[in-house]
T-cell receptor, first 114, second 117 residues
Framework: GESVGLHLPTLSVQEGDNSIINCAYS??????FIWYKQESGKGPQFIID?????DKRQGQRVTVLLNKTVKHLSLQIAATQPGDSAVYFC?????????????FGKGTHLIIQP | NAGVMQNPRHLVRRRGQEARLRCSPM?????VYWYRQLPEEGLKFMVY????????ESGMPKERFSAEFPKEGPSILRIQQVVRGDSAAYFC???????????????FGEGSWLTVV
């Protein structure tokens, strides 16, 4: 079936730098995307979402970019902090496929170095 | 994550025993989803329920696994005759309406970690 994947399994950045986490999706009919953050031993925490009729959305220190032409999604985190260290998942939803939940990628482990 | 309550957080079962995982959705949410996560992997959808109804169980194994969301009380994910391969983190999530149609965000609980020995 369709899948969501991530380009890099591990990303290491210096504290204070900006980080970019990338995600590729293959279902061109997907119309809603979410980024989740998961810390060790905890559940996924919603960060930011974007619908397919948008190409950019900003939150507090985070920005999600959607490029439907190449089916690419990215999460930008500005001025990274130690608390940003976690695994980040992108997820897609195809609303026409029924209410069967989200399809997650495998995740990128973001490591913030002091 | 606040609001979606799962228990137990950790559960150890011997092979062949039954595991019951409970989930209380956020207040006002009537849609519940269960996901399974293996170490170093993403979350895999299992089942989607509304009160008293299973809407989509396409991700559930055909045998030993069942789920319910009664009119009163929490949603229950039940695993009978557990095997070592059932060891995983099981996450429950909830949304106020059907997430797939309107893009309503679903919120996750802290998970239940099942270890089969």
């Amino acid at each position: 079936g369709e899948s969501v994947g991530l380009h890099l399994p591990t990303l290491s950045v210096q504290e204070g730098d900006n980080s970019i986490i990338n995600c590729a999706y293959s279902n061109s009919a997907s119309d809603y995307f979410i980024w989740y953050k998961q810390e060790s031993g905890k559940g996924p925490q919603f960060i930011i979402d974007i619908r397919s009729n948008m190409d950019k959305r900003q939150g507090q220190r985070v920005t999600v970019l959607l490029n439907k032409t190449v089916k690419h999604l990215s999460l930008q985190i500005a001025a990274t902090q130690p608390g940003d260290s976690a695994v980040y998942f992108c997820a897609e939803r195809y609303s026409g496929g029924g209410a069967d939940g989200l399809t997650f990628g495998k995740g990128t482990h973001l490591i913030i170095q002091p | 994550n606040a609001g979606v309550m799962q228990n137990p957080r950790h559960l150890v079962r011997r092979r062949g025993q039954e595991a019951r995982l409970r989930c209380s959705p956020m207040k006002g949410h009537s849609h519940v989803y269960w996901y399974r996560q293996l170490p170093e992997e993403g979350l895999k959808f299992m089942v989607y329920l509304q009160k008293e109804n299973i809407i989509d169980e396409s991700g559930m194994p055909k045998e030993r696994f069942s789920a319910e969301f009664p009119k009163e009380g929490p949603s229950i994910l039940r695993i009978q005759q557990v095997v070592r391969g059932d060891s995983a983190a099981y996450f429950c999530a909830s949304s106020p309406r059907e997430s797939g149609i309107s893009g309503n965000t679903i919120y996750f609980g802290e998970g239940s970690w099942l270890t089969v020995v």
